[in-house]
């Protein structure tokens, strides 16, 4: 595959017209904005991920560094003139239990949840504090074309979360149902206008109405990577990027080690299969793969652009919120 002209991709990521968690099209700060879904492909990002492989080639094409403490980051969405990160600022970590109490595995520690909304520059906005009681840990978000849905649950399998949805315009935020699990990602399907989320690891999904009412839920057929971060596409389709750490040999690095595993997935979400997966190791400046955790993508002609923000705010660079793109020759 060919290596892609920085040039030629940051033309392209400036007349960029996609869908990414909504009608979004990308500026000349290579970041989204609002646009008219019509204007749009049909499921292209379905159509040219659909050719990457582990042998695609990504090249980073910016780097913006957040200038405010992030903390853990977690879930990223683009909407109109603004971005959102979602964080978790853990206070007391997590610590495991001998044997499972009461149903949990570990203690519930303390942290609060952060949803930071910023312009295209990176600056600051506002900072919205979000959580109840153990619920303080906020994951993966969606943004469809109106508000922004994040889920804010406990740091910990096997527990519960709340689901917000925030105004993206006015900012308001507004509580929508609680669920009797873990949700580590939310994404509302652009077909059905429901809710689907994932549960610790991401699984197991869950589909709801936007009132909190479910109706399905399904074990993740996949095990490559848990994802983290989704968005939805057009016909009942969501991509999610995400991060398996996985056992290494003790000589790379002692007993216990493990090595990072990045990762993208094409999820069917009406026959609840995988459609395609391709591995990204690509690495961050504190050595994390970029699919860590927030992860956004749009498409363009045949040019892949990728967003993500793997590095909390105490290591490495600090956050960096990194592009990358790529060309793809889709089957036809």
């Not at 980073?60 to 903390?71: A, E, H, I, N, R």
Request: aromatic share 8%.
């Amino acid at each position: 595959m060919k290596t892609v002209d920085l040039r030629r991709a940051l033309l392209t990521i400036v007349a960029l017209v996609v869908a990414v968690g909504g009608a979004a099209t990308a500026s000349a700060s290579t970041t989204p904005a609002m646009t008219n879904a019509g204007a749009v492909r049909k499921d292209a990002v379905s159509a040219d991920f659909a050719a990457v492989t582990r042998d695609t080639r990504w090249e980073l094409v910016s780097t913006l560094k957040l200038q405010f403490p992030t903390y853990h980051t977690e879930g990223l969405a683009f909407a109109g003139d603004r971005m959102f990160l979602s964080a978790v600022q853990v206070l007391e970590p997590t610590k495991k239990y001998p044997v499972p109490q009461g149903g949990y595995d570990r203690t519930p520690g303390k942290g609060i949840g952060h949803v930071f909304v910023m312009d295209r520059a990176g600056h600051l906005q506002r900072d919205i504090v979000l959580g109840e009681g153990d619920m303080y840990h906020p994951a993966g978000m969606d943004f469809d074309g109106t508000s922004v849905w994040v889920p804010v649950a406990q740091y910990r399998p096997d527990s519960s979360a709340v689901v917000y949805r925030i105004d993206a315009r006015t900012l308001a935020v507004h509580k929508q149902f609680e669920v009797a699990d873990h949700v580590g990602g939310i994404v509302r399907d652009a077909a059905s206008g429901h809710l689907v989320g994932q549960s610790w690891g991401s699984r197991r999904f869950y589909e709801w109405t936007t009132d909190g009412r479910r109706i399905a839920a399904w074990d993740n057929p996949g095990f490559f990577v848990d994802y983290q971060d989704c968005q939805t596409l057009p016909q009942r389709r969501m991509i999610c990027g995400g991060i398996a750490n996985l056992p290494q040999t003790p000589a790379a690095g002692g007993a216990g080690a493990t090595y990072e595993l990045g990762g993208i997935g094409l999820v069917d979400l009406r026959a609840r299969q995988i459609e395609h997966e391709a591995p990204v190791q690509l690495w961050s400046a504190a050595g994390h793969v970029v699919n860590r955790n927030p992860f956004k993508i749009a498409a363009a002609g045949n040019t892949l652009t990728m967003w993500v923000a793997p590095d909390n705010g105490d290591e490495g660079n600090g956050t960096e919120l990194l592009t990358y793109a790529t060309t793809v020759a889709p089957p036809r």
